[in-house]
């Protein structure tokens, strides 16, 4: 019985272990997403800072229409 105790613990210890990488694998994914998405986010704002520079120069050299 003691065996088959010892048998089922380390099966739930092989499990865990799983679970364990299988978390941690999800995590570094969604850590370099987040680290994605925020330069991606970094160079659409210059894009748009760019885009509102040109359009405010080319309403200022409409008198302002």
Known sequence: EAEDRIRVLE?????SDKER?????????ARTNE???????????VMCEELMSIVE??????GGK
Do not use: F, I, P, T
């Open 11 to 15: 099966e739930a210890l092989e499990q």
């Open 21 to 29: 990488m299988s978390m941690k694998e999800e995590w570094m994914s």
């Open 35 to 45: 680290e994605r998405l925020a330069k991606e986010n970094a160079e659409l704002n």
């Open 57 to 62: 120069a080319a309403n200022s050299g409409n």
